[in-house]
């Protein structure tokens, strides 16, 4: 009983840093909103309904809140991981070119300017390398806390993008060709 509730809390406190990108460790058991925050909290609660839609959207923030619950590295990351597939693998992409496509979609998402863009799709690439040492060769013991912040953070701001955004999945997809050309 008191796992699943320090489990909860966690996910709660995790979830509030999805929509409020408190980016910092808080003690658990108190939390503290600053104040300038506040208001951004109230108008994202009362705006936003649960489940998200599209269905997808909901798939990932659910995995990404379940990834905080699991107390294995390699596991947090992997789960972190399918998060980004759920949200940017069209689900017919060739074998050989998903970890591209991811990596393009995201950075279509999250990038602002050429230099981010490229920087997001060599971030994506080396986090889908790791995830194939991972789940192909068995090697949890290369995975790093840092890894799996840099794939939560991914995560977390692609949920809050195409969210804020009103994407589809297909919006999504069209968005990386458009920027490809």
Known sequence: MLCHLLTSMWAIRETLNLFLNLNRTLPLGGYKIPEIRKEELRT???ETKI???PRFLDLAFNEYELS??????ALMFLSSMLC???LYNAGNDPPGMIARR???RCSSILGRTRLQR???EAQVLELYRLRSYVLHEGLAEQVKGSDIERARRLVRESIKTIHQMGLTKVDVIRRAMKLQK
């Open 68 to 73: 905080y619950s699991i107390r294995n590295l």
């Open 44 to 46: 994202f609660l009362s």
């Open 84 to 86: 980004l597939e759920v």
């Open 118 to 120: 490229t920087e997001i």
């Open 51 to 53: 489940p998200l839609e």
């Open 102 to 104: 991811l990596a393009l």
